[in-house]
């Protein structure tokens, strides 16, 4: 008499991937960092642990420890698999960017902040960043594409007075785009400081008034193109 054993797939998504290769040689980027894995067994309680990152046992690795540099198709392995389950990794292979490992110091920090964030009944009369030079790593190639290092705003924030919060730190080329890179600090404080623009009255009272009023009005336009 056979017994019909069942068997069970759970879908196990964002796995990190354990790369290993020399950090004090080289710059990797370029690649995927997580998988998702296909776990297989009959055994749920297995199975269920393996769901669970603080109870997991297997994890994913590529070995780039004989790698020198270049672009690269490394294939990943899964490692410590408990006994009665396989897996499957999605992608089977990653892609992976080495170059040298470079590092610049003082390297200037420039806030940038996206002019359809800004309140149109203000101007912005100073920006400030509590780290004005940082450090940046990267390979050697991408290290020479950086034009500049930015303190973002994020997108979510609208500024529509004084302003005062932690901003990330970003390495972008001369079309802005972002480039692989690790900042130390990777984020800043960023601090504005602004004031209302002030619009000339409808109603004018007296010619002195108006003409008080339509200078504050021509001084802040002036400081909003600058």
Known sequence: RQT??????????NVPIDIQYDSERYFISGFSSEVTVFLTGSNRVTLASEMQESTRKFKVTADLTQATEGTIEVPLTIENLPSGLTAVATPQKITVKIGKKVTRDNVPVVPQIDSSQIDEKIIIERVTVSDEKVSVTSDADTLSKIDRIV???PTSEQITGNYSGTVPLQAVDKNGSVLPTVIIPFETTMKVSTKTVRTTSSTTTTSNTSSTENSSTTSAETKSES
């Open 4 to 13: 019909k054993t069942e068997t069970y797939t759970n879908t196990v998504v």
């Open 151 to 153: 303190a973002v705003l």
